[in-house]
């Protein structure tokens, strides 16, 4: 309970706007350099505290949720504090909270609790140090490693790349000099160009990173986006070899198929390719989008009908503030591999019934089970449909010692206080739309209730108060196994909205799955299941 009544500034006062920033992440430099000028003022710094005093104790009750928690005293003070809202607070105040920001920042704000409850004074340079803590980038954990210098690309995606060579040598985030050969036995990683130019190479395949603005495909499978102004300009953007021609990009987007016998295929999606096989006197075949060409041993190039094959443009990728985030709980995506993934794409209208990740260029061989009514694949937009209620599942028996990333981005896009959920269920039915293992939904609106997030079985063991944020979110679930009572981590985006412990025996986790709400139009996107080993 507060024993002292609360000073705190006008809602409209710089320090309340500069404080909020602080805390929503949103600080500037500027405003970091005015926040430290201002709290050289002692009446300042005591309003100060009062309001860092407040966020952590509500962000403390709010990640607990659990109405009796005691408020931590506030700090003690011998300064005098601006009185410009002072009014005695009993229990909880009745204050409008931001609760999206409360989430944002409910680690940094407990830690700094901490040091308070302590009788830690915020005083002089103490007080600058606590605003270059919340405002500078360095004082975020970031997952990724310096690039190297001289390098002109890195891996930016990877879904269960395996090597040639037993040392696997590249991960994510690899830097990638000129001269770098990647051989890739099977897999898919997508290399990102200083230049703005997306490789995405499926084994196996041989490339070579050469210049900024030119590779070589010896054998296998790529498609190349280009950044420029676009096609007309009649400026090439990139160069590709291969054993058998040199292909000119003037501004598209295009796939190509090198045969071990060095043939090759090009396929155009967007914009203009120039293709010059290998032959005395040849001259370039010019390819626009919908159209094919082949570049066979010692032969002209010529137009062909576009080969059935399905090129990636792009893999799924994680946000960054996810990945940021899941590193406070021991994940390492360089580490990771990916035991499905799950585009949606295929034939317009498509069953989600008894059809395979793998089959629409994903990875995974087992068969979705869903129901045959109102779910369906919508290729146009790579997105699952379910417009009734019910769950589609996929078999997946988590082993101890290992942590699990799984997570979908969702978007409800109609239904009111309906929902569609991500998590790990016990069974293969259908019907029941709540899961019975550790799991997460996100509704169409917050209006009524918020998300949620629950340890299970269906909606019990509530995790957090939820969050309210809706639109399109990725919503993750990390699994560890690596202790005998395992524990569930949950994310929506990068925020961290709480965890669980989890008893494995009467968990009986069988299954991951997408569950629907009734009466509602969910949208699911970029489904994902991972692992890395302890």
């Excluded at 204050?95 to 409910?106: G, P, V, Y």
């Excluded at 994310?491 to 965890?499: A, K, S």
Aim: aromatic letters at 6%.
């Amino acid at each position: 309970m507060v024993t002292a009544p609360l000073s705190l500034p006008g809602p409209d006062s710089e320090l309340a706007r500069l404080t909020n920033a602080q805390f929503d992440g949103s600080l500037t430099a500027a405003d970091r350099d005015r926040l430290a000028a201002l709290l050289q003022d002692p009446a300042v710094r005591a309003s100060y505290r009062r309001i860092v005093w407040l966020h952590a104790n509500l962000t403390r009750i709010w990640c607990q949720d659990a109405d009796g928690i005691p408020w931590v005293p506030q700090p003690a003070s011998d300064e005098p504090a601006v009185s410009t809202a002072a009014a005695p607070v009993h229990h909880r105040p009745r204050i409008k909270i931001h609760w999206d920001r409360l989430q944002k920042t409910a680690s940094r704000a407990a830690a700094l609790l901490v040091a308070i409850a302590l009788g830690a004074s915020l005083l002089g340079i103490g007080i600058l140090a606590v605003v270059a803590s919340f405002s500078s980038p360095a004082a975020t954990a970031s997952p990724r490693p310096p690039r190297a210098a001289g390098s002109i690309a890195e891996i930016a995606a990877v879904e269960s790349p395996v090597w040639e060579t037993a040392a696997e040598p590249f991960g994510i985030w690899s830097s990638l000099m000129p001269g770098t050969t990647l051989a890739l036995d099977r897999g898919r990683v997508e290399l990102a160009y200083d230049s703005g130019t997306i490789v995405v190479l499926e084994g196996p395949a041989v490339f070579a990173v050469a210049t900024a603005d030119s590779a070589a495909l010896d054998r296998g499978k790529a498609t190349i986006t280009v950044a420029g102004p676009g096609p007309g300009d009649g400026q090439p953007r990139f160069t590709l070899h291969t054993p058998s021609a040199t292909i000119t990009d003037l501004g598209t987007s295009f796939g190509v198929l090198v045969s071990d016998a060095g043939e090759t295929s090009v396929s155009v999606f967007d914009g203009l390719v120039d293709l010059l096989p290998r032959v005395d006197g040849a001259v370039p075949l010019r390819l626009t989008a919908g159209e094919a060409g082949d570049a066979l041993a010692e032969q002209p190039a010529r137009k062909v009908i576009p080969p059935q094959q399905r090129f990636e443009r792009s893999l799924p990728k994680a946000p960054p503030d996810l990945l940021a985030a899941l590193v406070s709980d021991g994940w390492n995506e360089a580490r990771a591999t990916v035991l499905v993934s799950e585009s949606f794409t295929g034939t317009n209208a498509s069953p989600l019934v008894g059809s395979q990740p793998a089959a629409r260029g994903g990875i995974g061989d087992e068969a979705w089970r869903a129901p045959r009514e109102g779910w369906s694949v919508d290729s146009a937009t790579g997105a699952l449909v379910a417009t009734t209620h019910g769950t589609a599942t996929l078999p997946f028996v988590p082993q101890p010692g290992h942590r699990y990333r799984i997570s979908v981005t969702i978007h409800a896009t109609s239904g009111g206080i309906g929902w569609g959920g991500v998590g790990f269920t016990n069974g293969a039915g259908v019907a029941n739309y709540i899961p019975n293992g550790p799991w997460l939904r996100q509704r169409h609106h917050t209006d009524v209730q918020p998300n949620g997030a629950f340890a299970g079985p269906g909606e019990t063991n509530a995790v957090g108060r939820g969050d309210t944020l809706t639109g399109e979110q990725t919503r993750t679930i990390l699994l560890d196994t690596t202790g005998p009572q395992w524990r569930a981590v949950f994310f929506v985006d990068g925020i961290r909205l709480g965890e669980a412990g989890i008893n494995p025996q009467s968990a009986a986790i069988s299954h991951v799955c997408l569950a629907a709400f009734p009466n509602s139009r969910i949208e699911f996107r970029h489904f994902l299941v991972s692992t890395m080993p302890r």
